[in-house]
């Protein structure tokens, strides 16, 4: 089984970026409820959890919030019709993401090979969880909207969470580690 190492934000910063979440899954009636929003940061391949819970409480331990910078909207076409914010690979979220991936690999765990073809980002809709699939058009008026309204924000960071991949919030969350006050 695979499993998500994700950023998570706070409350203020999710507030605002669930109201376009909230209005495009609205307009196509995508979701009963709706995906937490979030960034992953790597999948992992079928990890010894225990030993994985180690090296990462090890690596976020001097870690405190941080801000990301979302700029733009970026759009995944077919197979997965995605309409996401894009996140700027600058600063503590590029630098996390490449100390989890080189600590991880070095540790033997299954990650991706290169970080360097991945687009950090915010799904705000997508046919994952959703109660129906989008059609083609919706996709492309979807994507298109966004990107004529677009969206910049400064976002908080204030935790990273392991996730199994399912759609229950309760039962989704194997860790979380919060990160350190400024």
Known sequence: MKYYLVALFDNNSYKDIEIVQRN????YKL???LPVLH????VI???NIDKLDQILSKIFNPYK????EIRDIICFDE????VNLKIESKGYISRLERKVNETLKLHGFNVRDSISNWD???SLANPNFALR?????EYASACSRAKKHGFYKLATIDRIELWKPINNKKEMTIKTYNLKEY
Do not use: Q
Request: with cysteine; proline share 7%.
């Open 65 to 68: 919030k941080f801000k990301v």
């Open 24 to 27: 495009m899954c609205k307009k």
């Open 39 to 42: 960034i992953t940061l790597e």
């Open 31 to 33: 979701y009963k409820n």
């Open 79 to 82: 197979p997965y019709k995605s």
């Open 133 to 137: 699939e989008w059609s083609k058009n």
């Open 45 to 47: 391949g079928d990890p």
């Open 120 to 122: 950090l980002h915010i």
